[in-house]
């Protein structure tokens, strides 16, 4: 596996080897020794989700202020662009963002580390989308900060109006969410 530094040095771009022929391909999209060895990463990985959502259905940005959740994202299906925000606030990259492109094509996975917002966009007609998880979902700690929030300035590669859940729209701003010290 190849891992890419991104603008914050904790969120981290991972490209697995991948080995094909005319059967198809294999590769390994999770090794805990690897993480460690490679990466730095000595999180356990407790949970594991599958999302599947439309073309233009934004989900974010979702974290939870207690029992916070590192989150290791890849697309099996389909495209999406996937957001990190930093909220923790005494972080040098604190309110900073990156965001990339991940798709069954690409095979391109993003950790996440706790204490950072994610969302992500479908880009693609449809995406499914697994992530596993460093602690265990408590939707009485969970928040969301509005997607489209001035200070954060997201350039989401919006081709239409995004498709958004209750609880996305009733988002915080940035400057009034709860953040991690």
């Known amino acids: 596996m190849k891992v890419v530094n991104t603008e914050i040095s904790d969120v ?15 590769f390994e999209s999770y090794n805990e ?3 460690a060895d490679k ?4 999180a356990h990985l407790v949970q594991d989700n599958h999302s599947r959502s439309s073309q233009n259905v934004l989900r974010g940005l979702h974290y939870q202020i207690q029992q916070p959740q590192g989150k290791l994202v890849r697309s099996v299906v389909g495209e999406i662009f996937d957001v990190a925000v930093d909220i923790r606030e005494s ?15 690409n095979k391109r996975q993003l950790w996440i580390p706790a204490g950072f917002a994610h969302g992500f966009l479908v880009v693609s007609e449809v995406a ?11 939707p009485q700690h969970e928040r969301c900060i509005l997607w489209n929030d001035p200070d954060l300035a997201i350039a989401w590669p919006l081709e239409a109006t995004p498709i958004l859940s209750a609880k996305d729209q009733a988002g915080k701003s940035f400057k009034t969410a709860e ?3």
């Open 179 to 181: 953040v991690f010290p």
């Open 128 to 138: 499914e989308v697994l992530y596993k998880t460093t602690d265990y979902y408590a």
């Open 39 to 42: 990466m730095g990463v000595t």
């Open 12 to 26: 981290l771009l991972i490209e697995p080897q991948v080995f094909g022929d005319a059967r198809g391909f294999f």
């Open 91 to 105: 972080s040098p990259t604190f309110g900073q963002w990156v965001g990339y492109l991940l798709s069954a094509e």
């Open 33 to 35: 020794r690897s993480f």
